[in-house]
């Protein structure tokens, strides 16, 4: 603890010098786009999408956290904070910082990204006054593939 004289306690002293972080997540405000896994340079940050049980997770590795703040910064949401800190007992675990179910496209059944990332973009779309469209339902592929048939046209000339 602070005392008027600008000391900290041993404690404070060693969480400022440790090594290591700890991330932790707002979920109300994670969308799960997995920026801030693919930012991360040391792979403490990871994301693992399981198709069988149709679940996205994002996942913190304890040990391998350098509390750099690029998964901060890199965050569109604002929902993650970095504090050093030594945890003895967590370096050698993981946790789940975020779940949930794998949206899919609506035209070849593949993984698109977390439903809660399409629902809060439709309902940020809504809320700025643009129509929902199709698209945000499908995966890059078939968008490609759709902007493509439009092309085309139903003649099979470019139009």
């Known amino acids: 603890m602070n005392d008027s004289k600008g000391e900290i306690s041993r404690r404070e002293l060693l969480q400022k010098l440790s090594p290591l972080g700890k991330v932790s997540l707002d979920t109300t405000k994670c969308t799960g786009c997995g920026l801030c896994a693919q930012e991360c340079p040391t792979g403490a940050l990871t994301v693992l999408l399981n198709e069988e ?92 593939q759709t902007q493509f048939d439009h092309l085309i046209g139903k003649n099979g000339h470019i139009s």
Do not use: N, W, Y
């Open 53 to 144: 049980s149709d679940t996205f997770r994002l996942l913190f590795k304890h040990g391998i956290c350098v509390a750099c703040g690029q998964c901060v910064e890199v965050c569109p949401e604002k929902c993650l904070q970095v504090e050093r800190l030594l945890e003895p007992d967590k370096i050698d675990g993981q946790s789940v910082l975020f779940e949930d179910e794998i949206a899919r496209c609506s035209r070849c059944g593949g993984p698109i990204g977390p439903k809660s990332m399409i629902e809060k973009l439709q309902a940020r779309m809504t809320a700025a006054g643009h129509a929902l469209t199709p698209q945000l339902g499908l995966c890059p592929d078939c968008k490609v």
